[in-house]
């Protein structure tokens, strides 16, 4: 079996590439202009990127993952020297392409012809950060965004955090802030999902997202914060897996985030209402806010909607049918993965908890896959042996028996040492070589 994590990451790669041109409704002097666009950018021919289009559309987003080879299809890694000159080449121009750095360092005899490959170079450029997608969204300045609105509800989300009230929720009762994830739809105004939640990491966005995604359908496209709750590894895999486009936010640039921003200062007067209750218990503030949110924002008429129009009334009266996906894809498409080493009881630690894996991977590195809403069994996979479950380590009162260990790493039994009995040929070759090949011990007899 392939390595998962390498094969899950070149199709998210490989989807994000292609989603401007997914869009419904796109016409085809856009497309060919996107089209375009995205080979300059990525060194990647035109029909690399129709063959990318059509495998998604024909086999979802399995079919953007790279097949399996016999041969090695990888080139060995880039010699440092190399790369810091073509960073150093992408850092001078932004806009070289990957081609063109390429053949300035043949031309100036730093590499051979043809030892650099454009595909390796490019997904190293990415790894560190210097891809051409990378260096024009540090370079760009900031300028006035044109307001926008899509035609259809679930046709773009977006979400961002903010800041929440203290709550005497932490150890022996200390005071603690909490955090409200919310996400809004851009073309109706209406909120899909909105709760506090007592940590800032990406748990709570991810949760946030799968439950809007569980009530209101997959959407087409997400416009979300550039925070490290939202750039993560797993909301790339996730988005893909679904056929959602994912978008990130300039940097600084609050303008280009209006509809949740906007909706971030209406918060401001539940937050002034709520310091008037003091909810001493998570559970009772998200209570209040779901009232609060009900009654004087969902079903209350919307400026940019119309004088009489509710973001929940132009969410329920669109007439765009909502797409939902079963459980088990779903679910599949929210797993995490990464990697452990097996120590010598055959197990490994994982969110502080003992995983028994198996005695024949002792000291090997194996790929974990898992739903971080369900942690009780993972799934383990290893390059040469199918996907299979590993569960938590009970340990009892007394202790087990310990395992046999497999056929293949117990002792062989012998009658012999095979050693001594080779040592013991070897020195009785040595001894002939260093035998005379003329003795004169007759000679001495006879005088």
Not at 12 to 38: H, M, N, S, T
Not at 320 to 342: G, M, Q, S, W, Y
Not at 413 to 441: C, D, G, M, W, Y
Request: proline share 4%; aromatic share 8%; with cysteine.
């Amino acid at each position: 079996m392939r390595n998962y994590k390498k094969v899950e990451d070149t199709a998210v790669q490989r989807f994000q590439l292609i989603a401007p041109l997914l869009e419904a409704g796109l016409d085809a002097g856009k497309a060919k202009q996107l089209k375009e666009q995205i080979c300059k950018t990525s060194g990647l021919s035109e029909r690399t990127i129709r063959r990318y289009v059509s495998q998604f559309r024909s086999e979802g987003f399995g079919g953007l993952k790279p097949k399996g080879k016999n041969s090695h299809s990888k080139s060995e890694a880039i010699p440092s020297h190399l790369m810091e000159q073509a960073i150093l080449l992408r850092k001078e121009v932004p806009s070289r392409s990957v081609a063109q750095i390429i053949q300035i360092l043949e031309w100036e005899g730093l590499a051979e012809p043809g030892q650099l490959k454009r595909s390796t170079l490019q997904e190293k450029l990415t790894e560190r950060g210097y891809s051409s997608r990378h260096m024009k969204l540090y370079s760009q300045s900031g300028v006035a965004a044109r307001r926008f609105q899509k035609r259809h509800r679930n046709q773009l989300w977006q979400s961002d955090i903010k800041y929440g009230p203290y709550l005497p929720i932490g150890p022996n009762g200390t005071k603690k802030q909490v955090y409200l994830v919310a996400i809004i739809d851009d073309a109706t105004r209406f909120v899909l999902h909105g709760a506090f939640y007592p940590t800032l990491d990406s748990r709570i966005v991810e949760d946030a997202f799968r439950q809007a995604i569980q009530k209101y359908g997959v959407p087409e496209s997400v416009y979300f914060d550039n925070g490290k709750q939202y750039r993560t590894k797993w909301m790339s895999r996730t988005c893909s897996k679904l056929g959602t486009r994912l978008i990130y936010a300039k940097p600084y640039a609050p303008e280009s985030k209006g509809k949740i921003e906007r909706f971030n200062r209406v918060i401001d007067s539940f937050l002034g209402e709520v310091t008037l209750e003091k909810p001493q218990t998570l559970d009772r503030l998200n209570e209040l806010f779901q009232s609060w949110l009900t009654e004087c924002y969902q079903e209350k008429p919307h400026s940019a909607l119309g004088e009489k129009i509710s973001p929940h009334t132009a969410f329920r009266s669109d007439k765009k049918a909502l797409h939902f996906i079963d459980p088990d894809t779903l679910a599949n498409a929210f797993l995490h993965c990464e990697t452990r080493k097996v120590d010598k009881s055959g197990c490994i630690s994982f969110m502080d908890k003992k995983y028994e894996v198996g005695l024949s991977f002792i000291g090997r590195q194996v790929d974990i896959v898992y739903d971080p809403s369900d942690l009780e069994e993972l799934t383990i996979e290893y390059e040469g042996h199918s996907p299979w479950k590993a569960r938590k380590l009970v340990i009892g009162e007394k202790a087990g028996k310990r395992n046999e260990l497999p056929s293949h790493l117990q002792a062989q039994e012998a009658n012999s040492s095979r050693l001594l009995k080779a040592a013991e040929k070897k020195h009785q070759e040595r001894q002939i070589e260093l035998t005379p090949a003329v003795t004169f011990r007759a000679i001495w007899k006879e005088d």
